[in-house]
Each structure stands twice: as C-alpha cells, then as structure tokens.
C-alpha cells in the first residue's frame, strides 16, 4: 500500500472529527512486509494556527502500535500514512510538514535531490528543510514560490511543479495543502490516483454522519451530519456515488465557503518520468507493495 492522503474542508465552521489511522484488518504476516513508517493529522486551531500530531512507525513494534485514534476540531484536515521512500523513520521526515503556516502531504517520488537543494538555496528556501525527504523539500520549494507570487498559493504550487517537472525525474508528485480557510490538491501525472467528493448538505446521505474509510484511515464526524464538505483522498472512501476521480494535472482549490475551482494546470507529462520498472526496490515496495505495480 502507497502513501496514504486524506484531506477534509468543513467549511467556516470548525467540526469535529475522529480519526483512526492504520486500523486495517491484516494479518501479522502482511504486516510484517508492508508496515508503514509514519502517520500523521494536521488541523487548525480556533486562531487558525496549523497543529500537527504525527508520530514515526517501525515494523518491530508490536501490532497494537498501528491504532491511532483522536478527536479534533478544525475547519479543514489533513491526514497522511507514510511508507518511506526517502529519510529515515523519525519525527522529521514524517507528514505532515507546516511551512508558514501551511499544511503538506505527498504522495510521490521524485528524484535529483541534489539540483532540488541548489534551487532552493537559489530561492532563499533552504532553511525550511529540516528532515531528508523529497517531499519536504518539495514543499519548500512551494514555498518559497507562494513567497515571491505575494502569497498566491495557487501561482505558487504552479511555479514549483513546472520547475520539478522540466528538471527533475518525477514519478508522481500527488499533494493536498490546508490552510484554514482553504484546500488545495494536485493528482499529476497519472501515476497514482486522487479522488474528490463533493458532499451537499441537502444530499439524501446527508442523513448520516459523514463516514469515511480506507484500510489506512477511517474519520467520522457526526458535526458533519447536515453540512456541506468536501473530501480528497486517495482512494473513494465511502458508496456515495459522488466520487470523481480528478484528472492527471488536475489543480483543484477548495475555498473557506467550499466553492471548487479546477483546472488543468498541467497539460504536458514531466519532461523526466520514472516508470515502475526504474524505480529502487524501496521506492518501489513503498508506491506498490501489494500489487507489485
């Protein structure tokens, strides 16, 4: 199993959601090949300061390590399962990441690491690299864009993945950044999926608290009974037949009253695409370990 992403916008107002992250039904012998290395949620406080709890994983801990439940409140959340493809198991190197006050999680590989850390010494973003992953130093080098665009987040993501796709080797570049008035998500290329649901609050589902579950991670929130939200995951969640699966180069922005602006922002595969069969057998076990591509 890959990476997992989940992300939630509820909107103005802050609901309260509960998560349960790795609650999946294996076996201790599947779990022993394919335990992950990390989990993470990022939400926002009533002052719209980013919070992150997260906590590394290794495979030696006993099977009782692989729940994970809390109760949070926020008006936007975002929940990462890591399977290591760069850095060690550790604090650091786990997403989330919170750069200026935003919230990033990906799902991906990309390589040429070390042009990647000259253009972000170029644009003065070096310093926000704390760990040794790919993708926090991909997040930097957003980052540092959302700067010189003035804060335009949607210029900035952009910038920076036009830069990575021209220079260097991408295998998928999946993301979702949350502020606390907004969500955005990118599927590119077309390596692995991204889904997004659009829940109306008068939808006949409505009815139900919003429920959602993967084998990784399962959130429910009653608050979320009759309002309007809107999810993106890497897998469909529920049976709401709400589902669509966003398009290669698909750039998708939530906004604070849940409107969804779309477009493709990226037409043209990366200059540089790793297949499958190029990638390390880490990288490899880490975007595919159960099918084995």
Same mark, same amino acid.
Not at 21 to 26: C, Q, V
Not at 59 to 68: G, I, M, Y
Not at 280 to 288: T, V
């Given at each position: ?53 997260k906590e590394p994983l290794t495979a030696w801990k006993d099977q009782d390590f692989a729940t ?36 990033? +999680?990906? #799902?991906?590989?990309?390589?040429? @690491? ?5 253009? =972000?010494?170029?644009?003065? !973003?070096? $310093? /926000? ?30 910038? +920076?993945? #036009?830069?990575?796709?021209?220079? @260097? ?5 999946? =993301?979702?950044?949350?502020? !606390?008035? $907004? /969500? ?110």
């Amino acid at each position: 199993m890959m990476c997992r992403l989940f992300g939630l916008h509820a909107g103005h107002e802050a609901a309260k959601a509960t998560f349960w992250l790795l609650r999946a039904p294996n076996s201790l012998s599947r779990q022993s090949h394919y335990e992950p290395d990390g989990t993470g949620i990022g939400t926002f406080d009533k002052q719209g300061k980013a919070l992150i709890e997260k906590e590394p994983l290794t495979a030696w801990k006993d099977q009782d390590f692989a729940t994970a439940a809390r109760e949070l409140e926020s008006t936007t959340f975002l929940a990462h399962v890591r399977y290591a493809t760069a850095g060690d198991h550790s604090a650091v190197n786990t997403h989330p990441f919170q750069q200026d006050n935003r919230i990033f +999680a990906h #799902n991906g590989v990309l390589g040429g @690491l070390e042009e990647l850390d000259q253009r =972000l010494e170029y644009r003065g !973003a070096k $310093d /926000l690299v704390k760990g040794e992953t790919d993708s926090e130093r991909m997040f930097a080098l957003i980052t540092a864009e959302i700067r010189h665009a003035d804060g335009d987040v949607t210029v900035g993501i952009t910038q +920076a993945v #036009n830069w990575i796709a021209e220079n @260097l080797p991408v295998y998928s570049l999946n =993301l979702i950044i949350t502020t !606390a008035s $907004d /969500l955005w998500a990118l599927r590119y290329p077309e390596t692995h999926d991204l889904f997004v649901l659009e829940r109306q609050a008068d939808a006949a589902t409505d009815a139900e608290a919003l429920s959602v579950h993967s084998q990784r991670i399962r959130a429910h929130s009653p608050a979320l009974t009759h309002r309007h939200a809107v999810v993106v995951s890497t897998e469909e969640m529920t049976t709401d037949p709400g589902w669509r699966l966003m398009e290669p180069g698909e750039l998708l922005h939530v906004s604070a009253d849940l409107a969804i602006y779309t477009h493709i922002a990226f037409a043209q595969q990366p200059r540089t695409q790793i297949m499958y069969e190029q990638l390390s057998r880490a990288d490899a076990a880490a975007q595919h370990p159960e099918t084995g591509h």
